[in-house]
């Protein structure tokens, strides 16, 4: 459902950012983005949304250029965050960080790492190693102390995110 556009005050940044990703749905497939799920297929299996939700979301998303689509090869259509989409990743970071901490209470089910060091990234995205505010190509996410998925879970997109991953790039994980 589209937001009532009385909704979206002209002087409010935070109404405006929500009219393309406040619907049900919409970070989650950016937080999948993130976590390097590209195919409509993919994102399908992960959310276990029906699939006309997913596309209207995605076509939302391509228009408003957070997303872009990439023609691969004969039927190979995939998502890529751009650079405006990256751009969501302290929201999606942030919220993370309130939902460990508020309903979470067997801890963060994921961790945040910097992939050259290996150091824990705080609130801010900054690392507990070396200190730099780690830039998001560079961070590595993984199943925290409060993970409670099975990292044999039945699909493979699944398993794929279960396993420790470098954002953006494209899932990896056991076959
Ligand atoms: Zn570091």
């Given amino acids: 459902m589209t937001l009532p556009s009385a909704y979206a005050d002209r002087d409010?940044?935070?109404?405006?950012?929500?009219e393309v990703v406040g619907e049900r749905w919409t970070l989650l497939i950016v937080r999948d983005a993130f976590?390097?799920?590209?195919?409509f297929g993919d994102f399908a299996t992960q959310l276990k949304i029906p699939r006309a939700v997913l596309a209207g979301r995605l076509k939302l998303l391509v228009r408003?250029?957070?997303?872009?689509?990439?023609?691969?090869?004969?039927?190979?259509i995939e998502y890529l965050l751009t650079a405006k989409g990256v751009g969501l990743w302290p929201a999606v970071r942030a919220l993370m960080?309130?939902?460990d901490e508020y309903y979470s209470p067997d801890g963060a089910p994921r961790a945040l790492r910097h992939a050259r060091d290996g150091g824990v990234l705080d609130r801010e995205g900054r690392c507990a190693e070396c200190g730099l505010a780690v830039p998001v190509r560079d961070i590595r996410i993984e199943p925290g102390p409060g993970f409670g998925?099975?990292?044999?879970?039945?699909?493979p997109v699944s398993r794929?995110?279960?396993?420790?991953?470098?954002?953006?790039?494209?899932?990896?994980?056991?076959?």
């Fill in 12 to 18: 409010c940044s935070i109404a405006r950012a929500l």
């Fill in 35 to 39: 976590y390097g799920v590209r195919r």
């Fill in 64 to 76: 408003e250029g957070v997303l872009s689509r990439e023609e691969r090869g004969p039927g190979g």
């Fill in 97 to 99: 960080n309130w939902g």
């Fill in 149 to 155: 998925g099975t990292p044999q879970a039945a699909d």
């Fill in 160 to 175: 794929a995110i279960n396993t420790p991953q470098r954002l953006l790039e494209p899932l990896t994980g056991p076959a």
